[in-house]
């Protein structure tokens, strides 16, 4: 069964400076997808960044980026300029790839604080 | 185009009733699946309805059910309810399930006393 781990229960970063949140995954598979949800207080799932495992380059969205090792199955994600707004829970989640292949693993969750 | 949509958003329920959650997914989607969210256990799949197949489950006991209508919509339930039920519920929809990114609803969260 695969298994995702984030080690790092809470951040915090001082608004404007660079967080990285940590995420390794455990996975038999040689193909599947990885992302980045963000949960705000409000509760709502949003999708921050996602990587095909099949793809060398590290995705990257405006001022998130991820440090994808697929050997290490190590997938972290960079905030660059943290934000108020990127005050949340943020979660790192498996995906097999395959037909019909839908269930999410996630990790346990960060809670990123960011201090003004 | 509007996202996903879950009603109620929040209920309150005794122990042994039950209860039904409903979910809209965006238009043209037709994969919805469901997860779990709980302090203790984290996120957990439910499962998964495809063109109103199940097409996956999750780990849960045999009173977690659910079902897909004809326009996409799905509902789940929850019979003889249990104080550990108490959670928020999340569905999430994509366009066929297989490749494409899934995208949250806002949850119910449910309160069962």
Not at chain 1, 15 to 34: F, H
Request: aromatic content about 12%; overall charge positive.
């Amino acid at each position: 069964a695969q298994t995702v781990t984030q080690s790092q229960p809470e951040m915090s970063v001082q608004e404007a400076e660079t967080v990285t949140l940590s995420c390794t995954y455990d996975t038999s598979e040689s193909d599947y997808y990885l992302f980045w949800y963000k949960q705000p207080p409000s509760r709502q799932m949003i999708l921050v960044i996602r990587q095909e495992a099949y793809k060398q380059q590290n995705a990257t969205e405006n001022r998130f980026s991820v440090n994808f090792q697929k050997a290490a199955k190590s997938f972290s994600l960079k905030i660059s300029d943290s934000q108020l707004g990127d005050a949340a829970m943020y979660f790192c989640a498996y995906r097999r790839l395959s037909q019909g292949a839908q269930k999410l693993v996630f990790g346990q969750g960060t809670r990123l604080t960011i201090n003004p | 185009k509007a996202g996903v949509t879950q009603t109620p958003r929040y209920l309150i329920k005794t122990r042994g009733q039950q209860v039904t959650l409903s979910c809209s997914p965006i238009s043209g989607h037709r994969s919805v699946s469901w997860y779990q969210q709980t302090p203790g256990q984290g996120l957990q799949f439910l499962f998964e309805y495809f063109s109103e197949t199940q097409r996956n489950k999750g780990n849960f006991p045999g009173r977690f059910s659910g079902r897909q209508f004809s326009n996409s919509r799905s509902e789940m339930n929850v019979s003889t309810l249990e104080l550990g039920d108490s959670a928020l519920y999340l569905c999430a929809s994509s366009f066929s399930g297989s490749y494409e990114t899934q995208y949250f609803g806002p949850g119910t969260r449910l309160l069962v006393l």
